[in-house]
């Protein structure tokens, strides 16, 4: 079982920035894809992006593309998310996700059975 801490939400301003991260533990990381999710009221959870095994397996939605970098530290277990530009629209809980893989991809929530606790952000215009 993998355990999950999130870190770094919080309230910005449209245009501004916020770095997430992903504390990993209790699991060889270096196997597992690295994902982040978001929930914003009302709506389903919905894949930000995923990372696999190497930087060359990354997986974004189209939402995000060109403003969010998901990146890792497999030496550390840790996965970090950039996000530039930020728009209310980007406003909801984030939370980091973990499956068994190599290969990052637009996988569902269910398909992730390990959880962290989230994390809000809070985008105004």
């Known amino acids: 079982q993998v355990q999950l801490v999130e870190s770094g939400g919080g309230s910005v301003q449209s245009g501004d920035s916020l770095r997430l991260s992903c504390a990993a533990s209790?699991?060889?990381?270096?196997?597992?894809?690295m994902a982040w999710f978001r929930q914003a009221p009302g709506k389903e959870r919905e894949v930000v992006a995923a990372i696999g095994w190497g930087d060359r397996s990354i997986y974004y939605g189209d939402s995000v593309k060109g403003r969010f970098t998901l990146s890792r530290d497999n030496a550390k277990n840790m996965a970090y998310l950039q996000m530039d530009s930020l728009e209310p629209e980007d406003t909801a809980v984030y939370y980091c996700?973990?499956?068994?893989?190599?290969?990052?991809?637009?996988?569902?929530?269910?398909?992730?059975?390990?959880w962290g606790q989230g994390t809000q952000v809070t985008v105004s215009s």
């Open positions: 996700a973990a499956r068994l893989g190599f290969v990052a991809g637009p996988n569902a929530a269910s398909e992730y059975n390990n």
């Open positions: 209790g699991v060889r990381f270096s196997s597992y894809v």
